[in-house]
C-alpha cells in the first residue's frame, strides 16, 4: 500500500495548485497531477488525491515513451495518450524548461477536448518557474 | 576557519583525536560542564549501542566580540575505533587546530602510535601540511598504574617539539589548560592567515 | 590549498536571495547553506526547534557518510541530494560539487517534488557562488588581529569561569 504522505495539497504554492484546479474546472477533467522526471509529485488536483502513485505513473510512461522514441528515433514527443474502453483518455505531457522535465498527468473523461486547456495550462507552469 | 563579515563571526574547528577510549568524548564532556552556560550549546553525541561514539560528538561555544568579531569554536571528536576511519576523516575537514588524546597505559601506547600516523594520513589526503595545523598532545590517564613517561610518548609519537599537557579527564585535570593552550595556538594561526590575506 | 574563507557581504547577500526565493517557491520552513565542514553560512525562514549550527553539523555529517556510503556501492561522483521523510517534518540535503551543503527542512506534507524541483534550481544558482568562496578572499574590515588575539585570554577567562 502507498502510504499517502506526500500529497500535493495544502502546502503546495497556490500557483501549481491553482493551475491544476482551474485547468480541471475549464477542461471538465477529474483529476491532473504535475510531477518530476523522478517521478515525484509537485501538485496535484483535487487535492486530496494520491499524488504519489500518479507521479509514479505518469512518469513511468513518459520513461517508456522515450525510450522507445529514442529506439525508433521518433521526433521529441508531445504527448502520450492511454485510451480506457469506456473512451477515457490518460493525456500525459511532458514539459520542458531550461534542463528539467516534468510531466503534466491529466485524466480525461469521454467526449471531452483536452489539447488547447492542457496547452495553456503548461504555458501558465512555465511561467510559474 | 571561517570569517562571516556580514554576521561578523570568525568560526573555528577544533578535533579531538586518538586511539579508541583514550578518553575524548569524557575531555569534551568535561569541557561542556565547565563552559558558561551563556556561552555554549548543547553537546550532541552520536553513539553506538555500546555506547562508543559513532560519528562525533559536538558542541559549540562562543565567546565575546574581539575587535569586532565574535568567535565560534567547534569541538568535535573523532571516533577512535579503526573501522570509523572514513567518519575521522570528515571530521577533520577544515580543522584549525588538533588535540591528540593519548592514553598513558603502557599497554596502549602502540595504538597511539597508529592513531597519529592515521591523524597525519587522513589530514595528507584531505590537503593539509600536517606540521602547519596547530596541534597540542593531551597525555590522559596519568592517575592509572603502569604509565608511559611522558617523554617516552612524546618520543614514540614524534611529538617532541609540540606542547603537552598531562590529564585526568574523569577528574577534569589538565583538560581545560589544553583546550585554552590549542584556542591560542588556533587564534594566532588564525591571525597570520587574516594577515598574510589582501 | 586554502582551508579557510572569508566571505564577502556580497556573496552572502546573493546566497539569501536564492535561499530566500526557494523558501517562498517551495512553501518550505528552513533552508540554510553550510560548508562540508559543517560550518553554517547562511540560513533563511523559521526554525521552530533546533539550533541552526547543530543541524548544520549533523548535515555534515550526513552528506560525508553518504557520500562514502555512494562510493562503497562503486558510485565515482557521490555528490547527490537525499532526503529523509520525517512523520511531520522532513529534511533535504543536497551536496553542492563536495564543498557546500543546501538543508532544506520542509513541512512532510510538502510535496518532495515541489522541494526537490526548486532546489535543484537553487543548487544550480549557487553553484557559481560557492564557487567564488573559495576565490575570493575578502580583506578584513576594521579588524585588528593582533588586538584579536590578546582579547582572547580575557574571553577564554570569561567563557571558562573558575568554579
Not at chain 3, 523559521?46 to 557518510?65: K, Y
Not at chain 3, 527542512?105 to 573559495?134: C, D, H, N, S, Y
Request: glycine content about 8%; proline content about 5%; hydrophobic content about 40%.
Amino acid at each position: 500500500m502507498i502510504e499517502k504522505k506526500h500529497q500535493a495539497g495544502g502546502d503546495a504554492p497556490l500557483s501549481f495548485v491553482e493551475i491544476l484546479l482551474e485547468m480541471n474546472r475549464e477542461g471538465g477533467f477529474t483529476r491532473s497531477v504535475l510531477a518530476t522526471a523522478e517521478g515525484l509529485p509537485i501538485a496535484s488536483a483535487p487535492v486530496n488525491s494520491d499524488s504519489e502513485l500518479a507521479s509514479a505513473m505518469v512518469t513511468m510512461l513518459q520513461q517508456v515513451a522515450a525510450e522507445t522514441r529514442n529506439q525508433l528515433g521518433l521526433p521529441p514527443i508531445d504527448e502520450i495518450t492511454i485510451r480506457t474502453e469506456k473512451k477515457h483518455h490518460l493525456i500525459c505531457r511532458p514539459i520542458k524548461f531550461d534542463n528539467e522535465l516534468m510531466i503534466l498527468g491529466v485524466i480525461v473523461p469521454p467526449d471531452h477536448v483536452y489539447r488547447r486547456v492542457t496547452n495553456k495550462a503548461i504555458k501558465r507552469i512555465r511561467w510559474e518557474l | 576557519m571561517f570569517i562571516n563579515w556580514k554576521l561578523r563571526e570568525i568560526n573555528l574547528k577544533i578535533v579531538y583525536y586518538g586511539p579508541s577510549l583514550s578518553g575524548k568524548t569524557t575531555s569534551l564532556q568535561y569541557i561542556h560542564s565547565r563552559t558558561n552556560p551563556e556561552r555554549r550549546g548543547e553537546l550532541i553525541s552520536l553513539k553506538t549501542r555500546e555506547d562508543r561514539t559513532l560519528y562525533f560528538d559536538y558542541m559549540q561555544f562562543q565567546m565575546g566580540k574581539i575587535s569586532g568579531l565574535m568567535p565560534r569554536f567547534n569541538i568535535y571528536t573523532v571516533p577512535g575505533q579503526v573501522y570509523y576511519r572514513g567518519t575521522r576523516k570528515l571530521v577533520l575537514k577544515g580543522v584549525d587546530g588538533i588535540v591528540f588524546v593519548a592514553d598513558s597505559q603502557v599497554r596502549r601506547l602502540d595504538e597511539n602510535v597508529e592513531a597519529i600516523q592515521d591523524l597525519y594520513e587522513d589530514l595528507e589526503g584531505l590537503g593539509f601540511v600536517a606540521s602547519e595545523v596547530p596541534m597540542i598532545l593531551q597525555c590522559n590517564k596519568r592517575d592509572l598504574p603502569e604509565i608511559v613517561p611522558v617523554p617516552t610518548i612524546k618520543e614514540q609519537l614524534g611529538m617532541n617539539g609540540i606542547q603537552t599537557f598531562e590529564s585526568i579527564a574523569v577528574d577534569g585535570v589538565g583538560v581545560l589548560d589544553s583546550l585554552k593552550c590549542i584556542v591560542n595556538s588556533v587564534v594566532i594561526k588564525a591571525r597570520g592567515n587574516i594577515s598574510s590575506n589582501p | 590549498m586554502t582551508q579557510g574563507l572569508q566571505v564577502p557581504e556580497e556573496l552572502l547577500d546573493e546566497i539569501d536571495y536564492i535561499l530566500n526565493h526557494l523558501a517562498e517557491k517551495a512553501r518550505t520552513d528552513t533552508i540554510m547553506l553550510a560548508d562540508i565542514s559543517g560550518q553554517l553560512i547562511s540560513i533563511q525562514g523559521i526554525m521552530e526547534e533546533g539550533t541552526p549550527a547543530i543541524i548544520a553539523a549533523l548535515a555534515a555529517g550526513d552528506v560525508a557518510a553518504m557520500a562514502e556510503l555512494s562510493t562503497r556501492i562503486g558510485e565515482k561522483d557521490p555528490h547527490g541530494s537525499f532526503f529523509h521523510e520525517g512523520e511531520t517534518k522532513s529534511i533535504y540535503l543536497h551536496n553542492i560539487v563536495g564543498s557546500f551543503i543546501l538543508i532544506v527542512i520542509f513541512r512532510t506534507k510538502t510535496p518532495i517534488g515541489l522541494v526537490r524541483l526548486f532546489a535543484k534550481r537553487a543548487v544550480e544558482q549557487l553553484m557559481p557562488i560557492t564557487k567564488k568562496f573559495e576565490e575570493i578572499m575578502g580583506p578584513p574590515k576594521a579588524y585588528n588581529p593582533d588586538e584579536f588575539s590578546k582579547g582572547i585570554t580575557q574571553e577564554l577567562e570569561d567563557t571558562f569561569p573558575d568554579e
